[in-house]
Nanobody, 124 residues
Framework: QVQLVESGGRLVQAGGSLSLSCAAS????????MGWFRQAPGKEREFVAA????????NYADSVKGRFTISRDNAQSTVYLRMNSLKPEDTAVYYC????WGTGSTKAPEYDYWGQGTQVTVSS
């Protein structure tokens, strides 16, 4: 079983940048594909980005493609989300998730473990 703890969320102005981190513990990090999802008030949780276990595959939602970058450091058991050119519509709670033996799915049900989330607020 893996525990996930997100950090880095805060209030930022539109056009700004922010980096989120998700630290994993309790299991072998390299066994898991990692994803970032987000949930805005009154909306369903949606896929943001994912990275495969070997870092060879990354997937992005169309809404963030070209602005967000997912990366991982298996030695540090951490996955990152670098967010540039932030927009007010990026405001949400951001969750990281781990998919045991996964390949970087865009589908939330395929992820086995979830963090508690970190709030990102983008002001206009």
């Amino acid at each position: 079983q893996v525990q996930l703890v997100e950090s880095g969320g805060r209030l930022v102005q539109a056009g700004g940048s922010l980096s989120l981190s998700c630290a994993a513990s309790g299991s072998t990090f390299s066994w898991y594909a990692m994803g970032w999802f987000r949930q805005a008030p009154g909306k369903e949780r949606e896929f943001v980005a994912a990275v495969s276990r070997s870092v060879s595959i990354t997937n992005y939602a169309d809404s963030v493609k070209g602005r967000f970058t997912i990366s991982r450091d298996n030695a540090q058991s951490t996955v990152y989300l670098r967010m540039n050119s932030l927009k007010p519509e990026d405001t949400a709670v951001y969750y990281c998730a781990a998919d045991l033996w996964g390949t970087g799915s865009t589908k939330a049900p395929e992820y086995d473990y979830w963090g508690q989330g970190t709030q990102v607020t983008v002001s206009s």
